[in-house]
T-cell receptor, first 113, second 111 residues
Framework: DAMVIQNPRYQVTQFGKPVTLSCSQT?????MYWYQQKSSQAPKLLFHYYDKDFNNEADTPDNFQSRRPNTSFCFLDIRSPGLGDAAMYLC????????????FGPGTRLTVL | SQQGEEDPQALSIQEGENATMNCSYKTSINNLQWYRQNSGRGLVHLILIRSNEREKHSGRLRVTLDTSKKSSSLLITASRAADTASYFC???????????FGAGTRLFVKA
């Protein structure tokens, strides 16, 4: 089945220790998104890729970076995680003409000790 | 500021009852979507309604959109325990990639 896969599902890191979350998709969608969702809150868009074109939201902290080496994979790098970065990180994809229908992965829950 | 506001924040009903959730937004939209999120999981797209549509159905789901009031409602008929989840509305503007989610309604359906 076509899907969006996120690894790992749970990630524990230490304060200030870099961490990378990964996302892959078999849907062959042009657009990939990273969202941050804190407990009981709305998902908040961090950035998106349209093919290799990277778009950062204005309020996304510099601590967060992303890479998209090919259509299938996208990575979220948190350079120096703080306690406030503990959250669920959701990867999503869509076709370029169907931004309103996004397909989400199961998420990675990040804990910062 | 957050685009979508949802109401109620939480809703508890008996199995078989209908559940209605409301969403309001602030700016012009191209479309409005509803997503479901089971606890600790990713979101699942339920239904999309375009700005020129007023009502849409999908199975037990009925969505309405009133662009003059900048509001939408999601009705789930004959609810089941498996419908227990958080429901989010989301809006997208024309020509952009940004989707803004509301804070969500937590629905609990008691068997």
């Amino acid at each position: 089945d076509a899907m969006v896969i996120q690894n790992p599902r749970y990630q524990v890191t230490q304060f200030g220790k870099p961490v990378t979350l990964s996302c892959s998709q078999t849907l062959n969608h042009n657009v990939m998104y990273w969202y941050q969702q804190k407990s009981s809150q709305a998902p908040k868009l961090l950035f998106h890729y349209y093919d290799k074109d990277f778009n950062n939201e204005a309020d996304t902290p510099d601590n967060f970076q992303s890479r998209r080496p090919n259509t299938s994979f996208c990575f979220l790098d948190i350079r120096s995680p703080g306690l406030g970065d503990a959250a669920m990180y959701l990867c999503a994809t869509s076709r370029v003409g169907a931004v309103g229908e996004q397909f989400f992965g199961p998420g990675t829950r990040l804990t910062v000790l | 500021s957050q685009q979508g506001e949802e109401d109620p924040q939480a809703l508890s009903i008996q199995e078989g009852e209908n559940a209605t959730m409301n969403c309001s937004y602030k700016t012009s939209i191209n479309n409005l979507q509803w997503y479901r999120q089971n606890s600790g999981r990713g979101l699942v797209h339920l239904i999309l309604i375009r700005s020129n549509e007023r009502e849409k159905h999908s199975g037990r789901l009925r969505v309405t959109l009133d662009t003059s009031k900048k509001s939408s409602s999601l009705l789930i008929t004959a609810s089941r325990a498996a419908d227990t989840a958080s429901y989010f509305c989301a809006t997208s503007a024309t020509g952009g990639f940004k989707t803004i989610f509301g804070a969500g309604t937590r629905l609990f359906v008691k068997a």
